[in-house]
């Protein structure tokens, strides 16, 4: 079996979710990778750039008819070529295209007469499902290919399915991740505060505003509980010093930390000192929207509460009152007493058991197995 998976990139810290499943099967010798850029290595990986770069005059017409929402076309003769020319010389027995909207790029431009897996992952089923001539272009590759459409979550079908996407043939797919990487700490913390963590980017959909407003009123609330805590976010980039203007304005900067971008097992390390996990996600101001977030699947691989919303398929990993605290989008003033209220709260083993059962790495990769099995039988 030859697989040939396609995106704009491939490497990036936030597609982890993406690089497990490169990393698996490149060592059976079985992956190969085209993508516009390669950030990032991998062993046994047959991996080739291919940038999306129509001419001046192409791109704006483009663009053009994408922001009056007449057409999402991105049909480049050039492209085209050279993409049709390395899958005819890869000769994949399966197509993997990862995010809807990026695999138009590519199944716009090449003919296949082989199965086309297209998956979504959290902005091409919610913010790009607000552009009609999305849906179309979505409809029409479904018309020209053999496409077989991947979902994360039962809630993403819903939305696709809703949209008007024709997810018939559709598989669900959740993430899964390594547990033998995150494991819940042995010993006792070092620190005797209790840590509230976040580890995300800084982008508007993980909610951090509406964090931090919760803070700043659960320390009103109760501001003798929270002298003893700190709220702890990762992230970098432009968003960063607005937030801590933010946390200053609202006088809490004395319980927040923002302490930048964390690699692997920088995180791991956070999610061993910390007693609970926030990731306040919201739908943002333009539709976008997560799948599940990696990060919440970890910290409760690590066996930690989880304050979050409504959101998504987050409700399909945290049943309100069981195994955390769910609040409806932008409630501060819900979140801000569930902020209180976890405070009671301790490590919950039957949060690792939910990974280990449903959202695992091990069975992912098997499940993703047998859809190309199925596929190819």
């Given at each position: 079996m030859?697989?040939l998976?396609?995106?704009?990139?491939l490497?990036?810290l936030?597609?982890?979710f993406?690089k497990?499943?490169?990393?698996y099967f490149?060592?059976r010798?079985?992956l190969a990778?085209?993508?516009?850029r390669?950030?990032?290595?991998?062993?046994?990986l047959?991996a080739f750039?291919?940038?999306y770069?129509?001419?001046l005059?192409?791109?704006?017409l483009q663009?053009y008819l994408?922001k009056?929402d007449?057409?999402c076309?991105?049909?480049?003769?050039?492209f085209?070529?050279?993409?049709?020319?390395?899958?005819?010389?890869?000769?994949p027995?399966?197509v993997?295209?990862?995010f809807?909207?990026?695999a138009?790029k590519?199944?716009?431009n090449?003919?296949?007469?082989?199965p086309?897996?297209?998956?979504f992952?959290?902005?091409?089923?919610s913010q790009m499902?607000?552009?009609?001539?999305y849906?179309?272009?979505?409809?029409a590759?479904?018309?020209q290919?053999?496409?077989w459409p991947?979902?994360?979550s039962?809630?993403?079908k819903?939305?696709l399915?809703?949209?008007g996407?024709?997810m018939?043939k559709a598989f669900?797919?959740r993430?899964?991740?390594?547990?033998?990487?995150?494991?819940?700490?042995?010993?006792?913390?070092?620190?005797?505060?209790?840590?509230?963590?976040?580890?995300?980017?800084?982008?508007?959909?993980?909610g951090?505003?509406?964090?931090l407003?919760?803070i700043?009123?659960?320390s009103?609330?109760?501001?003798?509980l929270l002298s003893?805590?700190?709220?702890?976010f990762t992230?970098?980039?432009?968003e960063?010093?607005?937030?801590e203007a933010?946390a200053?304005?609202?006088?809490?900067?004395h319980?927040v930390?923002?302490?930048?971008a964390?690699?692997?097992?920088?995180v791991?390390d956070?999610?061993?000192e910390?007693?609970?996990?926030?990731h306040?996600?919201i739908?943002a101001?333009n539709g976008?929207?997560?799948?599940?977030?990696?990060?919440i699947?970890?910290?409760m691989?690590?066996e930690l509460?989880?304050l979050?919303?409504?959101?998504?398929g987050?409700?399909?990993l945290v049943?309100?009152?069981?195994?955390g605290?769910?609040c409806r989008?932008?409630?501060v003033?819900?979140?801000?007493?569930q902020?209180i209220e976890?405070c009671?709260?301790?490590?919950?083993?039957m949060?690792r058991k939910?990974i280990e059962a449903r959202?695992?790495l091990?069975?992912?990769?098997?499940?993703?197995?047998?859809i190309?099995a199925?596929l190819l039988s």
């Amino acid at each position: 079996m030859k697989v040939l998976m396609f995106s704009d990139s491939l490497g990036s810290l936030t597609t982890t979710f993406i690089k497990n499943e490169v990393e698996y099967f490149a060592q059976r010798g079985q992956l190969a990778y085209m993508a516009g850029r390669i950030d990032q290595e991998v062993d046994g990986l047959d991996a080739f750039e291919l940038q999306y770069a129509p001419g001046l005059i192409r791109s704006k017409l483009q663009w053009y008819l994408w922001k009056l929402d007449l057409a999402c076309n991105f049909v480049d003769p050039v492209f085209g070529k050279k993409a049709s020319a390395g899958i005819a010389d890869l000769n994949p027995d399966i197509v993997h295209c990862h995010f809807g909207y990026e695999a138009l790029k590519l199944l716009q431009n090449v003919k296949t007469n082989v199965p086309v897996l297209v998956h979504f992952h959290g902005y091409d089923a919610s913010q790009m499902l607000l552009k009609k001539s999305y849906i179309r272009a979505l409809q029409a590759v479904w018309r020209q290919h053999d496409v077989w459409p991947i979902v994360v979550s039962d809630a993403m079908k819903i939305a696709l399915q809703n949209a008007g996407v024709d997810m018939s043939k559709a598989f669900t797919l959740r993430y899964g991740i390594d547990l033998t990487r995150f494991v819940p700490p042995s010993s006792a913390k070092k620190s005797d505060k209790k840590v509230f963590l976040q580890v995300s980017s800084l982008a508007e959909k993980k909610g951090h505003t509406y964090s931090l407003e919760a803070i700043a009123k659960a320390s009103q609330l109760e501001g003798e509980l929270l002298s003893n805590a700190v709220f702890i976010f990762t992230g970098d980039g432009p968003e960063k010093r607005k937030l801590e203007a933010r946390a200053q304005n609202l006088k809490i900067s004395h319980l927040v930390q923002f302490i930048g971008a964390k690699q692997p097992s920088e995180v791991i390390d956070l999610l061993a000192e910390a007693d609970y996990f926030m990731h306040h996600s919201i739908t943002a101001g333009n539709g976008d929207q997560e799948g599940i977030p990696n990060a919440i699947m970890e910290a409760m691989a690590m066996e930690l509460p989880i304050l979050s919303t409504y959101h998504s398929g987050i409700p399909e990993l945290v049943a309100h009152g069981t195994n955390g605290l769910l609040c409806r989008e932008k409630d501060v003033e819900n979140f801000a007493r569930q902020i209180i209220e976890i405070c009671e709260w301790k490590r919950l083993p039957m949060n690792r058991k939910m990974i280990e059962a449903r959202y695992n790495l091990s069975l992912h990769l098997a499940q993703l197995e047998t859809i190309y099995a199925s596929l190819l039988s």
